[in-house]
């Protein structure tokens, strides 16, 4: 308790609840309650304030990492021995590696800085982190259980991310004119033969379970902590966004993944992608002119667009959601950049956060130009049909 009784500051905060020490300085922000409701009990046994208001089960689900001791040991906290969680040389009588240098060290970058300083170095870590984060939504490390942990959250906001930025650069390709946007929707089409039967592709399917991952843990998380502060907390903020941006995407997938369109004429590239244009130094990746190429009927989204955006309503209802979605992002990564997860050293998360923030400005403002450019110029032909002019 005397070494406990040490790290009493806000920058530098550890609590013991039943026996067990916390470090709870990455999560003095995000506690519920607030920093002040943990920073009483800095550097003390918080045992039985802690027990009056909190499930049994709450550390193991919310804040597994935290764990750092046990009080009177002076050493970590004990790990399972014999069997699988021995090391494999240590079994067979050698000695194994001692990491504990490493680790050592490890916990040392973590709270201050990493093995490059500066900018760059809060570039590569926020780079690192977040990537590693994507590929675990990909690569699964355990089974999938849904016990309402922040990981599970983090990571499908991550991968959902990189699907925005994606979608965001092929929506680019609504001001290189019909046969490029249209291909371009077109494309998707043709790996519908990767849905197992349904009229979607894989990518589509995935990101679909990334997104109902998301809104159910999201969902759960806010019942069991946030419910019961009121707005005027702020703690709902993300609740409030994210429910709005769901109600959004259902009415952009309504109106432009489901929605009634012309027919438009082009010639898709044999194999999926025209890459000899880059030789050509041009962008057409998506349809070809060649003579004699093989046409076909595809989505008009192109069309659809400018038709939508006709409108001046629904130009500023997605300016709107484009807007929502900013707060969204920017208040979520606040919380994301300090998780343990990412492994960012600490004197790195403002940097991290404010990079994160002009990123999505940067996103947004993409997003944004959509719909004032369908709604300020007018359509241009194909090469193989003409776009009449809009209503």
């Known amino acids: 308790m005397a070494e406990v009784g040490k790290h009493n500051t806000k920058s530098d905060c550890w609590v013991v609840v039943d026996g067990q020490v916390l470090d709870v300085t990455s999560f003095l922000s995000e506690h519920p309650g607030g920093e002040l409701a943990i920073l009483?009990?800095?550097?003390?046994?918080?045992?039985?304030?802690?027990?009056?208001?909190?499930?049994?089960?709450?550390?193991?689900?919310?804040?597994?990492?935290?764990?750092?001791?046990?009080?009177?040991?002076g050493a970590p906290a004990p790990a399972a021995s014999g069997g699988l969680a021995e090391p494999l040389l240590a079994k067979s009588g050698h000695q194994g590696k001692d990491w504990s240098k490493s680790e050592k060290n490890r916990e040392l970058r973590m709270k201050g800085e990493g093995k490059i300083g500066g900018w760059i170095g809060a570039i590569l870590y926020m780079v690192l982190g977040f990537l590693k984060e994507v590929l675990f939504t990909i690569v699964p490390q355990k089974n999938v259980v849904f016990n309402g942990d922040r990981v599970g959250l983090t990571r499908s906001a991550m991968f959902l991310f990189v699907f925005i930025i994606i979608h965001a650069v092929g929506n680019l390709h609504v001001f290189l004119g019909p046969d490029?946007?249209?291909?371009?929707?077109?494309?998707?089409?043709?790996?519908?033969?990767?849905?197992?039967?349904?009229?979607?592709?894989i990518v589509e399917e995935y990101i679909l379970l990334a997104a109902l991952l998301h809104v159910v843990v999201a969902l759960k998380r806010t019942w069991d902590i946030s419910m019961n502060y009121s707005v005027a907390s702020g703690k709902l903020n993300l609740a409030f966004s994210g429910v709005t941006l769901l109600t959004f995407m259902m009415i952009h997938l309504y109106q432009f993944r489901f929605g009634d369109t012309h027919p438009y004429v082009l010639c898709p590239p044999p194999y999926l992608l025209n890459l000899k244009t880059l030789l050509a130094l041009r962008l057409n990746l998506f349809w070809v002119d060649d003579p004699g190429c093989k046409e076909v009927a595809v989505?008009?989204?192109?069309?659809?667009?400018f038709e939508v955006f006709q409108s001046l309503g629904w130009v500023l209802f997605y300016l709107a959601a484009v807007i929502i979605f900013s707060t969204h992002m920017c208040l979520g990564w606040q919380k994301v950049v300090p998780a343990p997860a990412l492994e960012i050293p600490k004197k790195y998360h403002g940097r991290a956060i404010h990079m994160g923030y002009i990123f999505t400005i940067f996103i947004a403002l993409v997003y944004a130009s959509f719909p004032f450019y369908c709604h300020i110029f007018s359509m241009s032909g194909g090469s193989l049909s003409g776009e009449p002019a809009t209503p």
Do not use: C, Q
Not at 45 to 55: G, K, L, R, S
Not at 299 to 305: K, L, S, V
């Open 299 to 305: 989505r008009d989204i192109y069309r659809m667009e």
């Open 180 to 201: 490029d946007f249209n291909g371009y929707g077109y494309f998707y089409v043709r790996l519908y033969w990767t849905g197992f039967g349904m009229k979607a592709n």
């Open 40 to 73: 009483t009990f800095a550097g003390k046994d918080a045992t039985e304030e802690f027990n009056m208001i909190h499930p049994p089960d709450v550390i193991g689900k919310y804040a597994p990492d935290s764990v750092i001791g046990m009080v009177g040991s």
